[in-house]
């Protein structure tokens, strides 16, 4: 339609609408593009979004691992310590507690770390679309420093260990029903997070069995430099998250503990 009216325009020399249909050809063309460019932009904008809301939710899971870490390794130091106390004569206590606190001293926090939407970002290099420079810097930071490499922990656990060859099979189940975590605990619970091995500890029967490890405990020679070395490691643990505690609170939306 447009090439016959240009066609007839120039065989009657009619220069003025032969230049109108070009405009108007130029003008469709440039439209067309600008049209593509700005559904682009709008499919990209939509991804970013997408993307940023994703990794926003990753990094406040691993902020409330990292706040579970801090908290959780206290009281594992914690009990280390009154267990070693109690075995080093700087306290008393009866065979019960004695047992529960030193097997809470062999306690892990294990809840891997969460980089699914951190490592499509690089895997797919849309890096770029996370428009928040503080959150991608952090993202970037936190990732790319491998937490399981950098942690305090003997990854042999010697201590741990060394209480399974001290304890009674029937005995230690009580002890990992009862003593422990909740299975149950899931990510973002923060009410939960204060009392993970503070509970009471409430196991009916087993005296005999309790008595046992008790007695190991205190004559063992090797148990004690390992409780003492737990104790150590697991208050490092804690108080080495203070750093990522404040760089997530300088780049997350606050969260209620």
């Known amino acids: 339609m447009i090439l016959s009216r240009i066609s007839k325009a120039v065989r009657e020399q009619n220069w003025f609408a032969v230049a109108i249909e070009f405009v108007i050809v130029i003008l469709g063309v440039v439209i067309g593009f600008q049209v593509t460019a700005w559904n682009a932009?709008?499919?990209?904008?939509?991804?970013?979004?997408?993307?940023?809301?994703?990794?926003?939710?990753d990094m406040q899971a691993e902020q409330w691992r990292v706040i579970g870490v801090t908290t959780y390794y206290e009281q594992v130091a914690d009990n280390a310590q009154r267990a070693l106390d109690t075995l080093e004569g700087r306290r008393e206590t009866d065979d019960?507690?004695?047992v529960v606190e030193a097997f809470r001293a062999t306690q892990i926090f294990s809840f891997p770390v969460i980089r699914t939407t951190y490592e499509e970002l690089v895997s797919t290099g849309t890096i770029d679309l996370i428009a928040d420079d503080a959150l991608i810097a952090g993202a970037i930071e936190?990732?790319?420093?491998?937490?399981?490499?950098?942690?305090?922990?003997?990854?042999?656990?010697?201590y741990r260990f060394a209480f399974f060859a001290l304890a009674e099979r029937d005995l230690y189940d009580a002890l990992a029903d009862t003593c422990a975590e909740p299975r149950t605990l899931t990510i973002g619970d923060y009410d939960a997070l204060p009392g993970l091995l503070l509970s009471a500890c409430e196991i009916e029967g087993h005296d005999e069995a309790f008595a046992q490890i008790?007695?190991?405990?205190?004559?063992?020679?090797?148990?004690r430099p390992l409780l003492r070395q737990r104790a150590v490691e697991a208050s490092l643990e804690s108080r080495?998250?203070?750093?990522?505690?404040?760089?997530?609170r300088r780049i997350l939306p606050p969260v209620s503990e």
């Not at 936190?142 to 010697?158: A, F, V």
């Not at 080495?240 to 997530?248: E, G, H, K, N």
């Open 96 to 98: 019960r507690t004695l």
């Open 142 to 158: 936190y990732y790319e420093t491998g937490q399981e490499e950098i942690s305090y922990q003997n990854p042999d656990r010697p």
């Open 214 to 223: 008790a007695q190991r405990l205190r004559t063992s020679d090797t148990i």
């Open 41 to 57: 932009q709008r499919v990209a904008n939509d991804r970013a979004e997408v993307l940023t809301a994703r990794l926003i939710e």
């Open 240 to 248: 080495s998250q203070a750093y990522w505690l404040d760089m997530f």
